[in-house]
C-alpha cells in the first residue's frame, strides 16, 4: 500500500495537480490578505478625506471668529482711546480739538454684532473623527483654539455690558436728560461739559479706559492662536 502511494506521489500528472493546488492555494491566500489590506487602506483613505473635510470646515469658522475677534479689538482700543482723551480734557474742553471731540464724544449703546461660532467644532466632536486627526497635537491645539476664541468673546460682552451700564446711567440723570430735552442738536464739547458735571461722567469714562489693560495685547494673543492653529491645520492636511 505504501509502495503503490510513493508510486502515485511519484507520477508527472500528481505532480502538477500538486503544483497546481499549491499555486491556486496560495492565490487563494494572497487574494483574500490583499483584499482585506486593500479594504483597510480604502477606509483609511476614506477617514483621512473625511477628517481633511471636517478640519477644512472647522479652520474657515476660526477664520471668520478672527475676523470679529479682530473688529473688536479695533473697537475697544478706539473707546479707551476715547475714554482717555475725554479725560485728558474734562477741565478744559475748550482746548481739546472739535474733530477729536467729534471722533470721540460718542460711545454706543447697543451690542454689536458679533456672534461667536462654533458649529463645525461641534460637529467633529460629536462625530467620531476627532480621534482619527493623525497629530493629537494638532487636536489639543485647535480645542484651545477654541477656548481662546470663546474668552475673546466673553471679554469683549463684559467690556460692553459695563460701558452701557455706565453710560446709560449717566445720561438718565435729570439734568442731562433736561438738556437732550431742550437741545435738538449740539456739539460734543457742549454735550459733555454737562456730563462732566455728575461724579459718574468721570468715572464712566474710566471704566471704559481702565477696564482692560492693553486690549490690543489681550485680543492679540487669542489672534496669535488662530493664526497658528490654521497655520498647522494647512501644515498637516495640505
Same mark, same amino acid.
Not at 151 to 166: M, N, Q, R
Not at 173 to 197: H, T
Given at each position: ?130 480621534? *482619527? ?14 477656548k481662546d476664541m470663546n *474668552? ?15 453710560i446709560r446711567r449717566l ?17 460734543? *464739547? ?9 461724579p459718574g461722567g468721570v468715572? *464712566? ?34
Open positions: 500500500m505504501k509502495n503503490e502511494l510513493k508510486q502515485i506521489m511519484r507520477q508527472p500528472t500528481f505532480k502538477r495537480r500538486m503544483g497546481d493546488f499549491i499555486c491556486n492555494f496560495t492565490a487563494v491566500v494572497l487574494g483574500i490578505i490583499l483584499t482585506f489590506a486593500g479594504s483597510d487602506w480604502i477606509e483609511t483613505r476614506k477617514t483621512d478625506n473625511e477628517v481633511k473635510k471636517a478640519l477644512f470646515l472647522v479652520k474657515n469658522e476660526m477664520l471668520i471668529n478672527r475676523e470679529y475677534i479682530k473688529d473688536m479689538m479695533i473697537d475697544e482700543v478706539f473707546q479707551q482711546r476715547g475714554a482717555l482723551y475725554l479725560l485728558q480734557y474734562k477741565d478744559s474742553l475748550s482746548k481739546a480739538s472739535p474733530d477729536s471731540l467729534e471722533k470721540y464724544c460718542n460711545f454706543n449703546l447697543w451690542q454689536q454684532g458679533f456672534l461667536y461660532t462654533n458649529d463645525a467644532m461641534e460637529m467633529l466632536k460629536t462625530s467620531s473623527l476627532m480621534p *482619527a486627526i493623525k497629530d493629537k497635537e494638532l487636536t489639543t491645539q485647535i480645542i484651545k483654539a477654541y *474668552a475673546a468673546f466673553v471679554t469683549f460682552d463684559d467690556f460692553t455690558d459695563t460701558k452701557i451700564e455706565y445720561t438718565e440723570q435729570a439734568e442731562a436728560l433736561d438738556f437732550f430735552d431742550k437741545n435738538g442738536s449740539y456739539s460734543p *464739547a457742549e454735550l459733555w461739559n454737562i456730563l462732566f458735571r455728575f468715572q *464712566a469714562l474710566r471704566v471704559i479706559a481702565d477696564m482692560h489693560d492693553h486690549p490690543e495685547q489681550i485680543y492679540g494673543s487669542y489672534l496669535k492662536q488662530i493664526d497658528e492653529t490654521v497655520a498647522a491645520i494647512d501644515e498637516i492636511y495640505k
